[in-house]
């Protein structure tokens, strides 16, 4: 037997260590607290089941060693960014509070038990368990507490004497177990059993007596230690020891509190066998009484019974929870105990929550506000809840919209909207004095009904039929001028579709066209034609007053909905009451516009005209018509090099060169890595300058022209569209080589030179260049292709002033040469007319 408890002292005394520096947290450091249980723990991982036996053999339970250290938790281990002086906490596994065999918190969310169910972020907890929620780690020290003058002196204490006068001493004086102190020149003095005031005056004496000419200094230094007892519901209950100043409170601190199922009112000190007295922790955490937080003295017991009765708050209280009884307890005074009420509690509306003799719950109404229902009995495990006030308003009136000062203001009998809208001044500049509304809703059921108020009538005359009065909760709306106005109402719009019901259709009408503010209305009672377009803000200025047109739908068959169109004339409807008519529910009022009204067609012309300038044409006109009335061409004028541009080709073009470059990136990145692969650097370097390009390329917009023959009417003339461009270059006498050349230059016509003349003067073409493709840009943006004819070789194209060689790059054929040459054309013929019209 000697030799396995060696064994087991060798093997697993580590864990029995571990654990005790866990326990004597309090003298030991962070690292070796964390070192121990990490040790201990690998060990225990490493134990197999002979071992266990061997260990069980010699009186230990390893399985119930070992899960001890799971539950040891060391802060800031582990690398966990804990400070170094991080305290060691056990914490505890069971923070709920419990009543048998379920917690409150369990209750009070279980359907079937009296509290019934707060909702699970805001559950009942019962109140004051929370002050020993963990477990300290350390407490101050007794030699820095200040001693009471009661305090009774004992075996342990230690008194401090200082001599000063004729004699210059200090001595630390014990006293013994006999209760003496071994006095300097006075020898023993018994001083157990009474109080530090009593000693002090006592020795003061025998020195003055007896010690002529000395004086002293008396204090008392280490305290003795006591040893208490924590029973009943403690935390752990056991026996402690203590410093001899502590109180009922610090042993409970000491010992971690107390568990789930103890009563914080009851917490008795008992000497002897009798009850010495009975401590209320909730005097302590509600009013900071501690009149009845007793000194401890040696072999005292502190017993903690467990809690009786119970009762919970929830609601409109400053501290909603569960609260123990003690005594009889009333509904005010369970309300005091949960701090009192909140600003906008109920009064009137509080129930109390019970289960009955029957075994089954029921509940009681009780009025906060009268004496009979503050007095009424709390039972054990009855639940008060306390409603809040509501948050919607009564006896007020709304003023909102295009105000200074919109808000809510107090109702009264006789109020009307000329006392919310005195006068002009009270409405912001810009407000439309046609139109505003009262959101009303009608009694007994809210329902929802929309008024239409002329503003400018009720400020005009105070007794005109629109001065209304109003009625609680009403919402006058003011409205400005400002296009949106539709958009202001759709809160309202959406109130009405969402209170019509089967047979009953939403109190909407529309209007479109030519007004302010087209748009869903809602359709006040009575609403007519002219009310509706002033409700939209008016007429537009091209709004065609002669007929507007009424489009009505009847829902009334359950087959088919039979729609009607009606012509009305709003000067009549304006002029005769009887002639507008009364709109009803899902009718649309179309406004028509003037034809032609204020429209503006230009024509912006630049260049070589007479009259420069942008012109306004009307539809129909042609372009020869306009440059007739800018004055013709000028003599410099090179007819055949004219830039026309148009915004909806632009458009078109800008959508086909982006189409173009995702075309291009595409067959850039099919072919660049094979490239790459056979080291040709340079056709890499082409691909990327020819994206690159065109990306840069914007979109013109240009309609190739013939000007010459449209102005000698030899061919047909060009119909105006608005923001047409024509510039009219000067005439050029250069034609230009660019692409792939030696030197891409500019050369004076020359009606002898042909296509291979002009590029040997711009020195021929380089490496890169594709001979087959050449092509010729004309000046008036047309390509001209001679490699397409049956005289390709000779290259025989007819080149004119103005006109552009285009010597393109040799691209790989195989995989991209459709791509590429496309790419690179555009680049070129766009740039040559953006640069014509640049040049203005």
Known sequence: MKNKRAFFLRYFGIVLMSIGVIVQAQQVSLEAASEGVQEARELCNSIDEQKKGLAKTAGYDLDKLCGALELIEIPGAGGGGGEDNAPLVLPRNDQQFTLGDKSLEQIALDKDNLTQSPSATDKLLPFGYDLFAGEPASFEQASRTPVSPDYLLGPGDTVQLRFYGKLNESHNLEINRSGSIE????GPIHLAGITFSDAKQLLQRRIQHEMIGV?????????????????????????????????????????????????????????????????????????????QDAQLQSGDTIYIPTVKQIASVEGAARRPAIYELKGTVTAAQLIELAGGLEANAFHQSARIHRVGNSGFRHVID?????????????????????????????????????????????????????????????????????????????????????????????LANPNSEFNISLFPRDELMIFSNDPQRATLLEELM????????????????????????????????????????????????????????????????????????FSITLADAVRDPAKDPELHPYDVVSVRTIPEFREKLSLEIKGEVKFPGTYTFKRGETLAQVIARAGGLTALAHADAAVFTREDL??????QLEDLRQRLRAEVAATG?????????????????????LDATEALGRLVIDLSDILDGSRDDVALKDGDVLVVPQYRQEIQVLGEVQHPSAHLFNRQSSIDHYIELSGGIN????????????????????????WFRHRRVNIEPGDTVIVPLDVDRRRTMTVWGEATAIIYQLALGAAAVNSF
Not at 253 to 280: E, H, M, P, Y
Not at 650 to 655: D, G
């Open 767 to 790: 490496r890169r260049a594709d001979k087959k493709r050449i092509y010729v840009v004309k000046a008036d943006g047309s390509v001209a292709l001679p490699g397409r004819t049956g």
């Open 673 to 693: 890595l094979e490239k790459a692969n056979e080291g040709n650097l340079a056709g890499v370097n082409d691909s990327t300058r020819i994206v690159e390009q």
């Open 494 to 565: 959406e109130d009405l579709r969402l209170q019509s019901r089967s047979g009953e259709m939403a109190r909407i009408a529309s209007i479109t066209g030519t007004v302010r503010s087209p748009g869903e209305y809602p359709l006040t009672t009575g609403m007519t034609l002219t009310q509706l377009i002033a409700a939209a803000g008016g007429l537009n200025e091209e709004a065609y007053t002669q007929f507007v047109e009424l489009s009505r739908h009847d829902f009334t068959s359950p087959e088919e909905t039979i729609s009607e169109h």
């Open 650 to 655: 632009r458009e078109q073009e800008a959508k």
């Open 366 to 458: 009780i009025d906060l506000t009268t004496e009979q229902g503050k007095s009424t009995a709390i039972k054990n495990g009855d639940l008060l809840k306390i409603e809040k006030v509501v948050e919607e308003q009564e006896l007020f009136v709304t003023l909102s919209g295009h105000v200074h000062y919109p808000g809510e203001f107090l109702w009264r009998d006789g109020l009307r909207i000329s006392d919310m809208v005195k006068n002009i001044r009270a409405v912001k500049s810009d407000v439309d004095l046609d139109f505003a509304l009262i959101r009303r809703e009608t009694q007994p059921v809210g329902k929802i009904e929309p008024i239409f108020i002329d503003l400018g009538a009720v």
């Open 215 to 291: 004086e002293a200094s008396i204090s008392l230094g280490e305290l003795r230690s006591i040893q208490v007892f924590m029973l009943g519901e403690a935390y752990k209950p056991g026996s402690y020891t203590v410093s001899a100043l502590s109180t009922i409170t610090n042993a409970l601190f000491l010992s971690g509190g107390v568990s789930d199922i103890a009563s914080l009112r009851n917490v008795q000190l008992k000497r002897g066998g009798a009850l010495i007295s009975t401590l209320d922790l909730y005097d302590l955490l509600l009013h900071g009484d501690t009149s």
């Open 183 to 186: 006095f300097p020149q006075l």
